[in-house]
């Protein structure tokens, strides 16, 4: 099934600091930062049921995050580490050509989950992204992350429905909107 898609145009961002013990770090291509990434997406079901072709999880990190297009590891990759230095949350903060912000790979440990890091993290994220004149961001995600599609909401992005008219996508979105119990909110034709 495809994902859902959502943009967010260039606005203000409202600022949310992380809890206190939890700090950014940038990408610091170590082995237990790999180990932890891949907890966090294994436990927040991101990564994919089979491996790779090599068989090898560790592959997917150079798949999904360091070979995707435009990604600068050192200025895209943004960790959020507890006290004792651990990844519990990350998240990628592409720009594409002029003006395309890309949301990728949002990802938190389980037990980092309901302190309000996911909303700083993605603030931070959006506002590296409109300090590089995007004029918009978008994102893709998955219709049984709701709380995830909450903080994107939340944030100020907005579902988009794709032009495919035999897209099943604005009644997954109502679908998913009714779940999380929202009034209407406005959709984004895909351009």
Known sequence: MRQLKMLRPAA???PRPLP???AYAPYRATEDELTEWLDMC???RLLPENPPESGNYRDWFKVTVLDYADLNPAEDIIFVVDGEGRSVASVCAVKHGEDQGYIH??????????????HAMLSHALEKLEARHCTYSILTT???RLAAIKTYLDAGFRPVL???PDSDQRARWDAVIAQLGYEP??????V
Not at 105 to 118: E, L
Not at 185 to 190: A, C, G, I, L, N
């Open 162 to 164: 794709l032009s495919d």
């Open 42 to 44: 294994f436990k927040g």
């Open 12 to 14: 203000p961002v409202t």
């Open 185 to 190: 909110v406005e959709y984004f034709d895909e």
């Open 20 to 22: 206190e013990g939890y």
């Open 142 to 144: 998955d219709d049984f």
């Open 105 to 118: 790979m949002v990802a938190a440990h389980p037990d980092s989950r309901g302190k309000g890091i996911g």
